[in-house]
């Protein structure tokens, strides 16, 4: 007969599993019903489709395909995100590019904490890649990827690095030695500034919005945004 001590063994156990976390990070993110909640009390919550709002974007949503630094398809769809203020603020710098026959290229936005977790454990480098203990700004729709084209040609711009290298040649301060690049760089830099961004000093590619630290960091799929 089996002892009362391995009775109480198992059921620790079974209290144990029970218990553990869903996010192992120290970090709970939002989930849809909690999202959808914030978004009935305050419609700048939102996340909205970049590509049903903004006009001559050029979608390049490398995480919808393997050619991504991880070599995985990590979203479902190859969708832009971004919170209600933010999309807002984009197309306001969609407008004033297009002055200057340029539009923008769209790498990515609003990013599911899930996918922060994946990078992190891909590549540790929290200078490239966000801590999952804190989460990303991309995390809360308040962060974007993006490049320019020219809209006659419908040719990117020559910038000083390709999307995503994680190399110093990237970095804002790094002057490019190719003068078109830098100036390219400097044009997306200062459009941006104009209207609430600021610039990622790491990434030439990468801006927040400002007051990011409102917005929650978010678990929630393209495909429940997509479906609601
Ligand atoms: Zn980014």
Redesign the pocket.
């Known amino acids: 007969m089996k002892s009362l001590l391995h009775y109480v063994v198992i059921l620790l156990l079974v209290a144990r599993c029970s218990e553990e976390p869903k996010y192992a990070y120290g970090i709970e993110p939002m989930e849809w019903s909690e999202y959808s909640k914030s978004v009935s009390l305050d419609s700048n919550m939102a996340l909205l489709n970049l590509e049903q709002l903004l006009e001559f974007e050029k979608m390049d949503i490398r995480y919808a395909t393997s050619n991504n630094f991880t070599g995985q398809v990590i979203y479902p769809t190859a969708d832009c995100f971004s919170r209600k203020p933010v999309a807002k603020a984009l197309k306001a710098v969609e407008d004033s590019l297009s002055a200057l026959n340029l539009g923008l290229i769209l790498y990515?936005g609003y990013r599911p904490y899930a996918a922060t977790v994946l990078f992190y454990e891909v590549y540790q480098d929290t200078t490239y890649v966000a801590s999952p203990y804190s989460g990303?700004?991309?995390n809360r729709g308040c962060?974007?990827?993006i490049g320019l084209y020219d809209l006659e040609t419908g040719e990117a711009l020559i910038m000083p690095t390709g999307y995503d290298d994680f190399s110093e040649d990237a970095h804002q301060a790094v002057v490019s030695l190719n003068r078109e690049a830098e100036q390219n760089k400097i044009i997306l830099r200062e459009v941006m500034i104009a209207f609430g961004f600021e610039p990622?000093p790491h990434?030439w590619?990468?801006f927040d919005f400002k007051g990011w630290k409102d917005y929650p960091v978010m678990d929630i799929s393209f495909d429940e945004l997509n479906q609601n």
């Open positions: 990515d990303s700004r991309h962060a974007v990827d990622y990434e590619w990468h």
